[in-house]
């Protein structure tokens, strides 16, 4: 623009710089023609960066990324199922363990049973036995004393009669004696 | 520029050029602007080159399985547009991919890059925008016959409508699918330059010492919102580009 020194000439050249350009610079199609020259350039130019370069290696990548994580997820899953199958033999083996816990003590404690069961049948015969012995002591004892009274009887009886001057019959003693036994 | 200003001071007025920087400049000196002199927007448009090279090409070099942080924004803006392509336009739609994806980045960067301060914003101009609507209205409408043959026309004529109301809704349809190159296009630029005039009109007010303050809030609000609007734009523009590919597609309604 021409340089101002005076309020007029900004004006005339205000005046000129509206009367050279429209309104809107948009609108003065004199340039349209390198605008839009420029502009097919630059969509060329961007369309085949884009289509041979940019694109194809954008989706490479993004296919890569989904293939590994594709990858990782299948190789997740197959090491979960591997926990879940160890949990299982795990639990498995625990609940074995168990049942074979118990069926030892069953076991045993049939073993043990058993083996009460015989000490006390064989202690029941043996305490049986030693009655049965015993008693058969005791009677002979018994017998053994009636006996010795019968004797003990018939002596002090006889001694009795001949010290009160009698004739001492053996037979007559005895017969009263088994009397008063039976008695 | 700066002498004008400097003199409309001077006056005691306020002297607003919110379009000027939208004015496109040849880049080495000289007035003539040629189809082929670089211009600013020859350097924006090789900026935003080099920014979509820099995030999709050299981000993403290393073919990390774990992503850098670059190869994470190249990886999302790719899944992000591919699977919009996918899911509005349909499977049969993904060979469309790079075409859909190279607008994309393209008015995004654009965007973004017009947002730094003295930058010039390649997308505020219509020029720009028409030729991409352009490109995708074409694009639509020879794919469409190509893969529909005259059953493309079938986009027009609502089987589902009662038949007397058809041949008005044709017309309708008609003029709907015609104006699609222009709302799409104006909608972009129209955005894109609203938001940078009133960024600028702002600016303007701070020349005034009490007002400062609040147009150094405003500027910043403002500045804010077009950052959402930059890839909001971008973000239409392309699903609408997958909409309009999935009437293409299968014109059926």
Redesign the interface.
């Known amino acids: 623009?021409a340089?101002?020194t005076s309020?007029a000439?900004?004006h005339a050249?205000?005046a000129a710089?509206a009367a050279s350009?429209p309104?809107?610079?948009?609108?003065?199609f004199?340039?349209?023609?390198?605008?839009?020259?420029?502009?097919?350039?630059?969509?060329v130019?961007?369309?085949f960066?884009?289509?041979r370069?940019?694109?194809p290696?954008?989706?490479?990548?993004?296919a890569?990324?989904q293939g590994?994580i594709t990858n990782d997820i299948a190789a997740a899953e197959e090491l979960k199922a591997k926990a879940v199958e160890a949990e299982d033999a795990y639990n498995k083996a625990l609940a074995d363990a168990r049942a074979e816990a118990q069926r030892i003590v069953a076991e045993a404690k049939a073993e043990i049973q058993a083996e009460l069961d015989a000490a006390t049948a064989q202690a029941d015969a043996e305490i049986a036995a030693k009655a049965a012995e015993s008693e058969k002591a005791i009677s002979a004892i018994r017998a053994g004393a009636l006996e010795s009274i019968r004797e003990v009887a018939g002596d002090t009886a006889g001694e009795i009669v001949s010290a009160l001057g009698g004739e001492t019959d053996a037979k007559a003693v005895t017969a009263a004696i088994e009397a008063r036994m039976k008695g | 520029?700066a002498?004008?200003t400097?003199?409309?001071e001077?006056?005691g007025g306020l002297?607003f050029h919110p379009?000027?920087q939208?004015?496109?400049k040849p880049l080495f000196g000289g007035d003539a602007?040629?189809?082929?002199?670089p211009?600013n927007?020859?350097l924006w448009?090789?900026l935003?080159?080099v920014a979509?090279?820099g995030l999709?090409?050299l981000g993403?070099r290393r073919?990390?399985?774990v992503?850098s942080r670059s190869?994470s924004i190249?990886?999302l803006a790719?899944?992000f547009i591919y699977k919009m392509v996918e899911d509005v336009a349909g499977k049969d739609a993904v060979k469309f991919?790079?075409?859909i994806?190279?607008?994309f980045?393209?008015i995004v960067t654009a965007n973004f890059l017009g947002l730094l301060p003295m930058s010039f914003t390649?997308t505020?101009?219509?020029?720009?925008t028409v030729?991409?609507a352009l490109?995708v209205f074409l694009t639509v409408t020879i794919v469409g016959f190509v893969k529909n043959g005259v059953g493309f026309l079938g986009l027009f004529w609502v089987s589902s409508a009662p038949l007397a109301l058809r041949p008005i809704l044709a017309v309708i349809e008609l003029i709907s699918y015609f104006v699609r190159p222009v709302s799409h296009s104006i909608r972009l630029?129209g955005n894109v330059?609203a938001g940078h005039a009133v960024i600028k009109v702002f600016a303007g007010f701070a020349a005034i010492a009490v007002v400062s303050p609040v147009s150094v809030v405003a500027i910043t609000a403002m500045y804010g919102l077009e950052v959402l609007v930059a890839f909001i734009q971008a973000y239409v523009f392309t699903i609408l580009t997958c909409v309009y590919l999935k009437d293409a597609l299968h014109p059926s309604h």
Do not use: C, K
């Open positions: 623009m340089s101002t309020e000439t900004s050249a205000d710089h350009a309104g809107m610079p948009q609108l003065d004199s340039n349209w023609g390198n605008q839009i020259f420029w502009l097919l350039v630059t969509l130019v961007i369309y960066v884009l289509s370069i940019a694109l290696r954008i989706a490479a990548v993004l890569e990324r590994t | 520029m002498s004008d400097h003199g409309a001077e006056a002297v379009m000027d939208f004015i496109v602007i040629h189809w082929y002199t211009t927007v020859t448009m090789v935003a080159v979509i090279i999709l090409v993403t073919r990390a399985i992503p190869q190249g990886e790719y899944g991919f790079p075409y994806m190279t607008l980045m393209f390649t505020s101009h219509f020029a720009v030729v991409l490109l630029a330059m």
